[in-house]
């Protein structure tokens, strides 16, 4: 007990540090912009003390549950010497976890609304979730028989651009920001331990060369789904007007304003239900494959229960505190016209939010400590927030002024190959991959709230078809700054 409250007291300070880049740009913008201070803001610095709690939470959850679990599971499955139930047990995870996700059933959703009903949301649902878990057991396939993943993502990248060249234009946002929003948050540190776990049990394998790249194949897959199924139910060009959205993209909770006992119990209950598919499938494949009982049942039960308070805490505490600063910074700077200080915030919320996602920061500490060469934790999350926050940049440029995203995507994604060419291999699969981890619990409501914001109000842009986007752009941003960091580092070596 002493041992764990010792290692809340640290993760809880580590947290709040986290949190002190956002702050910071707060600060900027209501000291030196708009020279006032903000309104409710006990309700706002009571949200941030939330988001530290929940980030806690989350951080706890993951290293004493998720990753020994997807470890031991990993051991478990090797030492049974079958890769047919390995990569079954891959593809109901990865089925199970995606079909019952809230942002897959927006974004299902959203797609059948600017399609006007031709894209049938169930059917995209089902087809995101098999394609998820299809592209996991291939996952676990490759990493134990050692096929290149550099190569598999280099070839479903140049897979994807050729799709979107005959992809309708009107669902080009959408088929890219599903890739990031179909990987779980407790997902995908799961299948990152997964191949942690994998490599480390295998002699002779790398873990950051063979044991990552589950993620990237993990966010390709819906991006061509989306597109596939598009041309087939759509054809090349819609030619019918597209509608106003209907919803926005969910969260991991229900969340409502006003607090009451029962209102946080349901609301930790439908949280829960998010990783029940989770469990499920790990006790069904535990007990009834592997016939063993689960290892470390008390690290996963705790595991667990602070994985649900954490995601939970981490929402309401966005929703409270970085929300409504955002949504008014963002209101603030638009009704000024100032195009300069737009473009900074931006970057600088891009920065910010991703220092502080808590996903990002425990992946990299798996990858630190499991692998064979120590890395610099601090310096590879400054460079996914750095390209998170360019990424954002761009992103925001081309809304604003209404540049075609398939050629902006394009460019970037033929630069993305080539520097996965010249990178050491050993680092191409985490860079890929710390492209879709980056994008969980705080960058994406608020890069999608951001997106909307801007498409609804500037004039002659639409919510669906130019709202979206931003995702991509920061997705493809922390693979060029990491993979270019790695490449500069090996020339001065």
């Given amino acids: 007990m002493n041992e764990l409250i010792r290692q809340f007291r640290h993760t809880f300070v580590e947290s709040s540090l986290n949190l002190v880049p956002i702050i910071l740009v707060v600060a900027f913008f209501y000291i030196f912009i708009f020279q006032t201070i903000p309104n409710d803001l006990f309700s706002i610095a009571f949200g941030f003390f939330i988001v530290v709690v929940g980030a806690t939470f989350f951080l706890m959850g993951l290293e004493i549950g998720i990753f020994p679990l997807g470890n031991n599971l990993s051991s478990e499955f090797l030492e049974k ?46 087809l995101i979730a098999f394609s998820v878990g299809m592209i996991t057991a291939f996952g676990i396939m490759r990493t134990i028989l050692g096929w290149s993943i550099s190569n598999i993502i280099i070839i479903g990248y140049i897979f994807v ?40 049990a295998i002699s002779g394998k790398s873990v950051l060369k063979d044991g990552f790249g589950f993620v990237a194949l993990a966010v390709i ?29 969910e969260d991991n909770t229900h969340y409502q304003e006003g607090f009451t006992f029962l209102g946080i119990l349901k609301d930790l209950f439908f949280t829960f239900l998010n990783l029940v598919p989770i469990i499920v499938t790990i006790l069904i494949f535990q007990y009834l494959v592997i016939k063993k009982p689960l290892a470390n049942i008390n690290g996963v039960i705790f595991g667990l229960i602070f994985l649900v308070i954490g995601l939970y805490s981490f929402i309401v505490g966005i929703k409270l505190g970085l929300f409504p600063i955002g949504e008014t910074i963002a209101k603030s700077l638009f009704e000024e016209n100032n195009m300069m200080f737009i473009y900074l915030f931006s970057f600088l919320i891009g920065f910010a939010t991703t220092m502080a996602e808590p996903a990002l920061l425990a992946t990299i ?33 081309r809304l604003i002024n209404g540049y075609d995203i398939w050629t902006m ?41 951001f997106g909307i914001f801007l498409a609804t109000n500037i004039e002659g842009r639409d919510p669906l078809m130019d709202g979206f986007g931003l ?17 500069i580092s090996n020339l001065k070596k």
Avoid at 171 to 177: E, R, T
Avoid at 436 to 448: A, K, N, Q, Y
């Fill in 81 to 126: 010497k079958s890769i047919f139930w390995f990569a079954l047990f891959g593809f109901s995870l990865g089925f199970g976890a995606s079909i019952a996700e809230p942002a897959i059933i927006s974004i299902a959703s959203q797609a059948g609304s600017v399609t006007q009903g031709k894209l049938d949301p169930f059917i995209l649902r089902v």
């Fill in 161 to 200: 651009l050729i799709v979107a060249f005959f992809a309708p234009a009107e669902i080009l946002g959408l088929a890219f920001d599903s890739g990031a929003i179909a990987t779980n948050v407790a997902t995908v540190p799961l299948i990152v331990s997964l191949g942690i776990g994998i490599t480390s």
């Fill in 221 to 249: 897959t819906p991006i061509l789904i989306i597109m596939i199924y598009g041309i087939f139910a759509l054809g090349i060009e819609m030619g019918t007007e597209v509608i106003k959205p209907v919803n926005e993209i």
């Fill in 365 to 397: 500490k798996q990858a630190d400590m499991m692998g064979e060469k120590r890395l610099n934790v601090t310096m590879f999350r400054i460079l996914v927030a750095l390209g998170i926050g360019i990424g954002i940049f761009i992103g925001t440029y």
């Fill in 409 to 449: 995507i394009t460019i970037l994604y033929i630069f993305v190959i080539f520097l996965a060419i010249l990178a050491p291999k050993e680092i191409v699969a985490f860079a890929f991959d710390l492209g879709g981890v980056s994008i969980t619990v705080v960058t994406l409501p608020i890069i999608t709230a």
């Fill in 471 to 487: 995702i991509a752009f920061a997705s493809v941003f922390p693979m060029i700054t990491v993979m270019s960091y790695s490449i």
